[in-house]
């Protein structure tokens, strides 16, 4: 689609032309012909990244901002589907005991640059060594940086996972584990570890200007960073020397537009190209529309109510047994979701090969919800915080209504709670430090592994300084985790992951309230977008036509 064609109205050129000119107009190096704008993709995104810099945050808007256009890892997935490709690495092999892997990285990937770095070498394994070691060690000169944690890396476990990194040779990398670990090539594909550049982190520093390095990101990836404006746009160049792909999109500009309706109207106006989570009803009326395709997906993910098990009365199994009891899944699959999701009884839903079916489902049960109560001494009920996210994802379209929703479920049962929300990076902040009583939020998987749900989001090491937000520690739940890491039987792993879930079933940390699938609504006048089952698009391949060609 051109972004400004000539059949349009004057009116909508006008605003084309104005909201292009506002976006472009601080950068005077790109320049785009209105006649021509088949080389600008338009991207409506749904909120602002929490940070430039995957390795510090697992917030999706993070990913979805970096994952596509910045950054390589040493492995990644083909396109629409979970399947591992080489990436940075071209090939690698494993010892017979699953601890020693070794990688063998091209020797032509160039790295970007901007107004504080030229590049002089290739991505090389000094490269690979520093960006996991940041990561890793405590003394490393970027660990710190900005107050930056790394919740994904320290939910994982990895820094007590990788006994050691050692160049092998100018493009050969050897990473010992302190143990075997069934999806580590997965971890490793995963967004939030991608392979930065230590020669940037070199020039910083001999200028003093360290804080930059995540600020004003360089990668590998198929576009370079141009500028950024919280809650507006984020705008990237087509990087010419990317080693796997050159997209026919020049410029590329996310959109930032947090209201689904005005994101929705802008779509529907011309001015974005591709539109991020469209809410149900968006779907029906694209439907309708010959000018617009729906891309879905089945997807990995999760909507989950957390409650932060180190606040009481939380702490209490029997008062968060009775939670799960007090909410109308029912009613909110039908409100909030529009019955276009599966209610789910855990964290893994029926497409993972660990799925474990309950005999105790979770229903809706007032009197019960407040007999638990009693029993565990809070029959007078007490209040409560509910904290709602206040973007959308394709996990929950509307966290504000569901909270509104549990709030008045929770009044059946004698529990007065009041609503919390704040900007996105400042409630993914305080969520982390634990401020939180409940919290509404979710995860969409970063690679098929089920232990993608369970360690990062229920470990003890996550919930210490990761994404485990319910602050759950549970020793035997632990145990049995890692044995299914460290085992490579799929039957005895299946076997390991049926034990934590029936703990899980139990102890409720969560309420589980859905899995959904993925949607993506887009101009016919886009071609071969790919959306993953892990959420992630993919701009590989991505082509523009001409709105006469469409039809």
Not at 247 to 253: A, D, G, K, Q, Y
């Amino acid at each position: 689609m051109s972004f400004v064609s000539e059949k349009k109205s004057s009116h909508t050129k006008l605003l084309l032309l104005s909201f292009l000119a506002c976006l472009i107009g601080c950068q005077p190096s790109i320049s785009v012909d209105s006649k021509t704008g088949s080389n600008l993709l338009v991207y409506c995104s749904e909120g602002s990244p929490v940070s430039l810099n995957p390795q510090t945050n697992t917030s999706g808007t993070t990913v979805d901002a970096t994952a596509p256009t910045l950054f390589n890892q040493l492995l990644d997935y083909i396109p629409g589907t979970t399947e591992l490709r080489p990436s940075i690495a071209t090939e690698w092999s494993i010892n017979e005991k699953g601890t020693i892997y070794r990688f063998t990285l091209r020797d032509d990937i160039a790295f970007h640059s901007n107004e504080h770095f030229s590049p002089s070498r290739h991505l090389n394994a000094d490269d690979v060594i520093f960006s996991y070691n940041r990561q890793r060690l405590a003394n490393h000169p970027l660990h710190n940086l900005n107050g930056n944690s790394y919740p994904y890396f320290n939910g994982q476990g990895l820094a007590k996972l990788i006994k050691r990194i050692e160049k092998t040779g100018q493009y050969q990398v050897e990473i010992e584990l302190t143990r075997p670990e069934s999806p580590f090539l997965s971890i490793l594909a995963t967004p939030f570890l991608p392979i930065q550049s230590k020669e940037y982190a070199d020039t910083l520093m001999k200028k003093n200007q360290l804080e930059l390095y995540d600020k004003n990101p360089i990668g590998t990836g198929p576009f370079q960073y141009l500028a950024y404006e919280a809650d507006s746009y984020l705008r990237f160049k087509r990087f010419d020397k990317h080693f796997a792909f050159q997209s026919s999109v020049e410029h590329l500009v996310y959109s930032i537009t947090p209201d689904p309706a005005m994101r929705f109207a802008r779509f529907s106006a011309g001015e974005c190209d591709i539109m991020r989570y469209p809410l149900p009803v968006h779907n029906k009326l694209a439907a309708q529309d010959n000018t617009i395709e729906t891309i879905q997906t089945p997807a990995l993910n999760v909507a989950y109510w957390g409650f932060n098990t180190q606040k009481p009365p939380l702490n209490e199994p029997k008062v968060r047994q009775a939670l799960n009891f007090a909410v109308n899944r029912k009613a909110i699959a039908r409100a909030v979701y529009d019955n276009q999701a599966i209610l789910a009884e855990g964290p893994l839903g029926p497409s993972s090969w660990a799925y474990a079916i309950s005999q105790d489902k979770i229903i809706y049960n007032p009197e019960k919800a407040r007999q638990l109560l009693q029993e565990a001494g809070y029959g007078e009920g007490f209040n409560l915080d509910i904290w709602a996210m206040p973007v959308q994802r394709a996990y929950n379209p509307n966290a504000r209504k569901m909270a509104e929703m549990i709030q008045q479920d929770l009044l059946e049962i004698g529990i007065t709670s009041n609503i919390v929300s704040y900007q996105w990076g400042t409630f993914l902040n305080r969520v982390a430090a634990g401020q939180h009583q409940t919290v509404l939020l979710g995860w969409s998987a970063d690679n098929a592994d089920p232990d993608n749900f369970l360690t990062p989001l229920l470990s003890c090491a996550a919930s210490n300084n990761g994404s485990n937000y319910s602050r759950w520690c549970h020793t035997e739940f632990d145990n049995i985790i890692l044995k299914a890491r460290q085992e490579s039987d799929i039957e005895k792993r299946k076997l390991y992951y049926q034990q934590a879930q029936k703990i899980l079933h139990f102890e409720k940390p969560w309420l589980p309230i859905a899995h959904t699938p993925n949607n993506l609504l887009i101009k016919n006048t886009v071609k071969d977008v790919n959306l993953s089952p892990l959420g992630t698009i993919n701009f590989e391949g991505v082509t523009i036509i001409s709105k006469e060609d469409a039809f």
